[in-house]
């Protein structure tokens, strides 16, 4: 039983370019920060030297990982084959058999992505991205356990960030081995395609052959899923407690499963921390998406066959080249019949208890997002070229935010103001989804601000990630090395574990955490004090969101 200490208490920025060297500079200095980590350390450890575990026997075929701080480790486990060739752009084929016992023990090799997608934000978070090979051969997951063989545990799948375009499964950030081990949960970390790989909407120009490409990526999870629920249990987990959780684009990816069909069934609870995704793309939008790229590779409309046949590399250059390319899921009628959550939430999940929550300083992610003193005029500007009001506007939005927030430092306001809009499909899922009148929806604000860089980044986007998975001491880079550090990721990851085991996430560590209506609003501040407070910040957010 872990002990808690119980307290009650009733992008806007100037555009700064940012070159490669700088970017790689700023990682240097944040991976020699993370380097001082005693922790960080035994995360990254050689694995090759670390004790083997039992066999396990899958669908597929055997396997066998390694003792990671005292937990069952697995890395690298292909749950489908290698998209490649005719495989490319399609749903994904369940990984073909093997004799023997295959080594789990290497991360997976990441989604093909462009190498500079980090450019631009924080040093202190991408200095946790492994930065392993990227191919095709991506579609593997890591699990993390307590015990092996059949056992009741719920199970956690983890939906990594990068929007539906860039990351993987395999940061250290995201290492499952703490967060099994402390709360008695099955962790399972995916890579899926990503970009024009996995959401590249072919079926608009080369017909039904192509009918799978434009939410290919979410059919890798749905895959991911499955697999969980035939293998699952051999590894002590629970395939009728399955939670899919994410941060940012992971969010985005859980909004999304919650309105696909194929996905019905597959999970039972979910996460969305600091993303959401009201939308899908339209097929018309997505078919010139993928005329741009044919374009950007001197083809023709009339040659979309020619992409399956292209070196992985060019097709990657070429995304990473191509103008204002985006890549998500796509309303494509066949495996996404409607958006994820508009004009409602959808019928299909009204079941499924959610969770989702925002921090208060998501914009500070961005590098160009000043973080130093600022002066009125320049939060002016900054304020009026964001909301897209006048001077006299902007005033009286200043005054109501300052109103509530207290006479906060210029550069804060900015933050909180821009991260208020950032959080706005935040707040938007959690009323729509409690509008139905089914599973509970529990709301959260994030609120601690770390002491890296001297505090001056506050309550950043991914700051909860690692209270979330417990591992503050492989996030040093991020959280700063404060005592206070341990109880906040205690009293949160038993929070997102409690929601995995029943959908609720009270425990003794926090006060009573009501669920979320359009009504009550009633959020869990999670800082040093962890607090509920009904309806944060009314007249703020009605000034900005009207």
């Known amino acids: ?13 100037a ?10 500079q700023g990682t240097v200095s944040a991976s020699l920060l993370l380097g001082s980590s005693v922790s960080l350390t035994a995360a990254a450890q050689d694995l090759r030297k670390a004790a083997p575990t039992a066999e396990v026997k899958t ?9 990671q701080q005292g937990v069952n480790a697995f890395f690298g486990v292909p749950y489908a084959e290698p998209a490649v060739g005719k495989l490319r752009f399609a749903a994904p084929v369940r990984v073909k058999p093997w004799t023997g016992v295959r080594d789990a023990i290497h991360i997976g090799t990441r989604s093909p992505q462009d190498a500079l997608a980090g450019l631009g934000v924080l040093p202190e978070v991408f200095a946790l991205d492994r930065a392993e090979p990227m191919g095709e051969d991506c579609l593997s997951i890591n699990v993390w356990t307590p015990a092996l063989g059949n056992g009741n545990r719920p ?25 099994a081990s402390s709360q008695d949960v099955v962790v399972v970390t995916v890579n899926h ?3 024009i790989f996995g959401h590249l909407y072919l079926a608009g120009l080369g017909g039904d052959e192509y009918a799978d490409s434009g939410n290919a990526g979410l059919l890798d999870i749905v895959a991911v899923l499955q697999w969980v629920r035939d293998n699952i249990s051999a590894f002590g987990g629970n395939a009728d407690n399955v939670t899919v959780f994410g941060q940012s684009g992971g969010a985005g990816k859980v909004c999304n499963l919650l309105a696909l069909e194929s996905a019905k069934g597959l999970f039972h609870r979910a996460i969305a921390m600091s993303g959401a995704a009201l939308t899908a793309m339209k097929p018309e939008q997505a078919t010139a998406q993928a005329e741009r790229l044919l374009s950007q590779l001197g083809l023709q409309k009339n040659q979309v066959s020619r992409l399956r046949e292209m ?30 959550f508009t004009p409602d939430a959808p019928a299909m999940s009204k079941d499924i208890p959610l969770m989702l929550g925002s921090t208060e300083h998501e914009v500070n992610f961005f590098r160009n997002t000043p973080v130093e003193p600022i002066d009125d005029a320049t939060l002016e500007t900054l304020l009026m070229q964001a909301t897209r009001r006048d001077a006299v506007a902007v005033a009286s939005l200043l005054a109501t935010y300052k109103s509530e927030f207290g006479n906060r430092p210029n550069a804060e306001m900015n933050q909180i103001i821009a991260s208020d809009n950032f959080r706005r499909g935040v707040i938007a899922t959690g009323a729509l989804k409690s509008a139905q009148g089914g599973a509970p929806v529990y ?8 002491a890296a860089r001297d505090g001056k980044l506050g309550a950043y986007h991914c700051l909860d990630i690692p209270f979330a998975f417990d591992n503050v001491d492989v996030g040093a880079a991020m959280t700063g090395a404060g005592q206070d550090r341990y ?4 009293r949160m990851s038993t929070a997102f574990a409690n929601f995995a085991r029943s959908g609720n996430p009270n425990h003794a560590g926090l006060p009573t955490w009501p669920a979320y209506d359009d009504v009550t609003r009633a959020t869990m501040f999670f800082n040093a004090n962890p607090a509920v407070v009904n309806n944060p910040f009314p007249a703020s957010r009605k000034a900005l969101y009207g």
């Open 1 to 13: 039983m872990r002990k808690f200490r119980h307290e009650s208490t009733s992008c806007l920025s």
């Open 15 to 24: 555009a700064t370019p940012i070159s490669r060297r700088t970017l790689l």
């Open 59 to 67: 669908t597929a075929g055997s396997l066998r990982g390694v003792i």
């Open 155 to 179: 199970v956690m799948v983890w939906l990594h960030g990068g929007g539906f375009t860039s990351g993987s499964g395999g940061w250290l950030l995201y290492d499952g081995a703490r967060l």
């Open 193 to 195: 395609r990503l970009n």
């Open 311 to 340: 070196p992985m590399e060019q097709l990657r250059d070429a995304y990473a080249a191509a103008p204002g390319l985006a890549m998500g899921p796509v309303v494509d009628g066949k495996h996404h019949k409607r958006d994820p």
């Open 443 to 450: 709301m959260y604000y994030f609120n601690w601000k770390s």
């Open 487 to 490: 109880e906040l990721a205690a």
